[in-house]
């Protein structure tokens, strides 16, 4: 076999693995085993979205304890009236 095609079939059989290995990654990233690399950028903005979510979250919660807390005296105020 001559140089030339001993280098053309390493050549093929590199792309055939490169090829191989690409697919795998594209495989478990569909499969959800591996995530895309993100960004500090946008690593940060998305603790900042978690962190504003949460503090809806808590907001929201604060509110309907309020909320939970006043019908709640409603009803006793009233229970105790027909007392």
Do not use: C, H, Y
């Not at 604060?62 to 005296?73: G, H, I, P, R, Y």
């Amino acid at each position: 076999m001559s140089s030339i095609e001993s280098s053309a079939t390493s050549l093929v059989r590199s792309a055939e693995e490169l090829m191989f290995v690409t697919r795998s990654l594209k495989e478990a990233w569909i499969l959800g085993q591996i995530k895309p690399l993100r960004s500090e950028e946008e690593q940060q903005e998305q603790e900042g979205d978690s962190l504003t979510e949460d503090k809806d979250v808590s907001d929201r919660e604060k509110q309907n304890t309020k909320k939970v807390n006043s019908k709640a005296e409603k009803l006793l105020d009233a229970i105790l009236q027909e007392s």
